[in-house]
């Protein structure tokens, strides 16, 4: 299983995910692009971006559910009691 997954935010206004300015600890954020500000900073742009969010949830789910069955076929690997679908 991934130790790490990534995703880019994106500006709610142009959709775009590289021109972020922000200040050290990121409670304030611009769109260089659009000029577009989050006044609510970091979190601001999360709520956003829930969409992005959900998505990644979902790769880790399907990782997750993919490592768990590898896990157990493994330990039950040659038994005739137990089969794993």
């Given at each position: 299983?991934?130790?790490?997954?990534?995703?880019k935010?994106?500006?709610?206004?142009c959709?775009?995910?590289?021109?972020?300015?922000?200040?050290?600890?990121?409670?304030?954020?611009?769109?260089?692009?659009?000029?577009?500000?989050?006044?609510?900073?970091?979190?601001e742009?999360?709520?956003?971006?829930?969409?992005?969010?959900?998505?990644?949830?979902?790769?880790?789910?399907?990782?997750?559910?993919?490592?768990i069955?590898?896990?157990?076929?493994?330990?039950?690997?040659?038994?005739?009691?137990?089969?794993?679908?």
């Open positions: 299983m991934k130790q790490q997954y990534t995703g935010l994106r500006c709610i206004t959709g775009d995910t590289e021109s972020f300015e922000f200040n050290d600890d990121k409670s304030y954020i611009k769109c260089v692009k659009c000029g577009r500000e989050y006044l609510g900073g970091y979190n742009l999360l709520s956003y971006n829930q969409e992005e969010i959900e998505v990644i949830k979902g790769q880790i789910q399907a990782d997750a559910e993919d490592y069955k590898k896990s157990l076929q493994n330990a039950f690997k040659g038994s005739k009691l137990f089969k794993i679908k």
